[in-house]
C-alpha cells in the first residue's frame, strides 16, 4: 500500500485545516489509517486511527488525549481517503504529519507509511 498525506500549510492559531490520507490499492476498505506527528525535537506521537470499515464512527474511531474534541479523522472508501479535520488549531500542533496504514490500529501493525505533510500553527 502506498500512501500519500497532504492538506498542510501554515495557520493561525484557533484555525483550521484538513489533512488527507490517499491510498493505492484495491482493498481500502479493510485498511485501518492513522495519523501520527512528530515536532521538531520531540518523539512520534499517535494522534488518531480509523478503523478498517464501511465508516468512522464513535466506536471504530480513537484519538490522542491531545486532540479530542478538536479532531475529527474520517474515510471515504470510494476515493481511498482518509482525512483529518483539525479545528481550533494551537502552536503545539505544529508538527510534520503522517497517516500510516495496517490491519488494525495498533501500532505493531501499521506497517506502510507516507511522507509527512508539515503542518505549522502561528501564535
Known amino acids: 500500500v502506498q500512501l500519500q498525506a497532504s492538506g498542510g500549510g501554515l495557520v493561525q492559531a484557533g484555525g483550521s485545516l484538513r489533512l488527507s490520507c490517499v491510498a493505492s490499492?484495491?482493498?481500502?476498505?479493510?485498511?485501518?489509517v492513522a495519523w501520527f506527528r512528530q515536532a521538531p525535537g520531540k518523539e512520534r506521537e499517535w494522534v488518531s486511527c480509523v478503523a478498517a470499515g464501511v465508516r468512522a464512527s464513535a466506536g471504530t474511531t480513537g484519538y490522542a488525549s491531545s486532540v479530542k474534541g478538536r479532531f475529527t479523522i474520517s474515510r471515504d472508501n470510494a476515493k481511498h481517503t482518509v482525512y483529518l479535520q483539525m479545528n481550533s488549531l494551537i502552536p503545539e500542533d505544529t508538527a510534520v504529519y503522517y497517516c500510516?496504514?495496517?490491519?488494525?490500529?495498533?501500532?505493531?501493525?501499521?506497517?506502510?507509511w507516507g511522507k509527512g505533510t508539515q503542518v505549522t500553527v502561528s501564535s
Open positions: 500510516a496504514s495496517g490491519a488494525v490500529c495498533h501500532t505493531y501493525a501499521l506497517h506502510d
Open positions: 490499492g484495491s482493498t481500502f476498505e479493510k485498511l485501518a
